[in-house]
T-cell receptor, first 111, second 112 residues
Framework: NAGVTQTPKFRVLKTGQSMTLLCAQDMNHEYMYWYRQDPGMGLRLIHYSVGEGTTAKGEVPDGYNVSRLKKQNFLLGLESAAPSQTSVYFC??????????FGSGTRLTVV | GQQLNQSPQSMFIQEGEDVSMNCTSSSIFNTWLWYKQDPGEGPVLLIALYKAGELTSNGRLTAQFGITRKDSFLNISASIPSDVGIYFCAGRDISGTYKYIFGTGTRLKVLA
């Protein structure tokens, strides 16, 4: 089925470790986004991309980096994980005007 | 940053009851979206609204784009147990950006 696929679904990291979250979409959408979801905070935009080879900062970008080398993939990296980055991470994609299609999320715990 | 005020934060209702929730913004929006999130899943789009006054239904769900363009409403009629979840509004302002701002969600629990 067409959609947004996120890997991994769960991950536990030690403080200071690094990791990359992968998002893949097969809908040929130009725009892709990374959000984090924390209790009582709703969804907050980390980084986004308006097309292959482009990235931009969102509302809470510190501690994260992203890359969009291929149109269908959007990678989110944590260079040195901190407990404050414990969260559920959602990737989404969209054509211009329409709403987002979300992935099923990655639950990350930093200990 | 810009935020949406979504209310209520949570609600418990009896099966069969109607549900109403709303979102308000300090700025004018040109698009409103309503999403539902089931436990362990990503949000799924329910209804999209593109102009002031628009009223759109999706089964038992009805959403409206407020006349002032600063608010939106979602109603669920005759609630059933599978309506349980978190409902999010999202809006895009008139600046032309393709980014949406999300509300903090309304957690709905339906008592059978």
């Amino acid at each position: 089925n067409a959609g947004v696929t996120q890997t991994p679904k769960f991950r536990v990291l030690k403080t200071g470790q690094s990791m990359t979250l992968l998002c893949a979409q097969d809908m040929n959408h130009e725009y892709m986004y990374w959000y984090r979801q924390d209790p009582g905070m709703g969804l907050r935009l980390i980084h986004y991309s308006v097309g292959e080879g482009t990235t931009a900062k969102g509302e809470v970008p510190d501690g994260y980096n992203v890359s969009r080398l291929k149109k269908q993939n959007f990678l989110l990296g944590l260079e040195s994980a901190a407990p404050s980055q414990t969260s559920v991470y959602f990737c989404a994609s969209s054509p211009d005007r329409a709403g987002y299609t979300f992935g099923s999320g990655t639950r990350l715990t930093v200990v | 940053g810009q935020q949406l005020n979504q209310s209520p934060q949570s609600m418990f209702i009896q099966e069969g009851e109607d549900v109403s929730m709303n979102c308000t913004s300090s700025s004018i929006f040109n698009t409103w979206l309503w999403y539902k999130q089931d436990p362990g899943e990503g949000p799924v789009l329910l209804i999209a609204l593109y102009k002031a006054g628009e009223l759109t239904s999706n089964g038992r769900l009805t959403a409206q784009f407020g006349i002032t363009r600063k608010d939106s409403f979602l109603n669920i009629s005759a609630s059933i147990p599978s309506d349980v979840g978190i409902y999010f509004c999202a809006g895009r302002d008139i600046s032309g950006t393709y980014k949406y701002i999300f509300g903090t969600g309304t957690r709905l629990k339906v008592l059978a």
